[in-house]
């Protein structure tokens, strides 16, 4: 135990929520150009425009050696899949890509994911994709001052297993502020009541990444690209969401 979770005032939360915006627009510029024979590269290179057009900085781009702005991840890819041009980077009819990105905005971070189905997918992925935002969506309804980083970590255990999935034990969310990835960790499972608490102030990066079905992973050769060992399809959906008297705040919506 650390003690207590760092808590930004006002004027802080309004750094981070600039962050986010940007972020958010990134999110929705990508997602438009989503569609089979669109590289992840193409994709990337969108994320850049928006960056350059908003005056920020990408968080991603140099992270220990990290290459690209965006993490575009398809299919068994859970996480960090790096952006390319080639055969294995294009987009195929019902594959499904995880998009992940951050931007910098005076210091300050903002951090979020989602995944998209490429033109028509499958019943059981787009059921993926539904599960793991529906546990997003448990996890944030639970951030509110006294509760724990426990109660987060189980609401979203709780909606993955009953939707019939699994969950990645090995990578979590985590604090932010003026770094991408501060304490704590947030895991995607726990137990309610414990870990550090809650309190206004409190901004959290929450990310479920829910799996049709096994949990190990190993990394590419690459270095980076973190895949399921079995083949099964992986959905990766994240927020940086704050923790207020009036409810949770996300910072990294339009």
């Known amino acids: 135990m650390r ?3 760092p808590r930004r005032s006002p004027v802080e939360l309004q750094g981070l929520r600039a962050a986010g915006r940007v972020v958010a627009e990134m999110h929705a510029c990508i997602r438009e150009a989503i569609r089979p024979g669109v590289t992840t590269g193409a994709l990337d290179r969108i994320g850049r425009a928006v960056l350059e057009r908003r005056g920020a900085e990408s968080n991603f781009l140099g992270y220990h050696g990290y290459p690209a702005v965006i993490c575009a ?38 951090d979020a994911a989602f995944t998209a189905g490429v033109g028509a997918i499958s019943p059981s ?32 255990e709780d909606v993955v297993m009953a939707g019939g999935f699994d969950y990645i034990r090995d990578y979590c969310g985590h604090g932010i ?16 009541g414990r870990g550090p608490r809650l309190a206004p ?6 990310e479920p990444m829910v799996v049709e079905r096994g949990h190990d992973v ?24 704050a923790v207020t008297d009036a409810g949770p705040q996300i910072l990294t919506l339009p």
């Open 3 to 5: 003690g207590l979770i």
């Open 73 to 110: 991840s398809i299919n068994e890819v859970v996480v960090h899949g790096i952006p390319g041009d080639g055969p294995a980077d294009t987009l195929d009819e019902g594959d499904i890509v995880s998009i992940d990105c951050g931007a910098i905005v005076d210091g300050w971070h903002g």
């Open 125 to 156: 992925a787009s059921r993926l994709i539904d599960v793991a935002e529906e546990a997003l969506a448990a996890a944030i309804a639970v951030m509110i001052p006294g509760n724990r980083v426990g109660d987060i970590g189980s609401a979203v």
């Open 177 to 192: 502020g003026r770094a991408m990835h501060e304490w704590p960790d947030v895991p995607n499972f726990g137990r309610p």
């Open 201 to 206: 102030g409190v901004v959290l990066a929450v």
């Open 218 to 241: 190993s990394t590419y050769d690459d270095g980076w690209s973190v895949v399921t060992e079995n083949g099964a399809w992986a959905a990766h959906v994240e927020h940086t969401i």
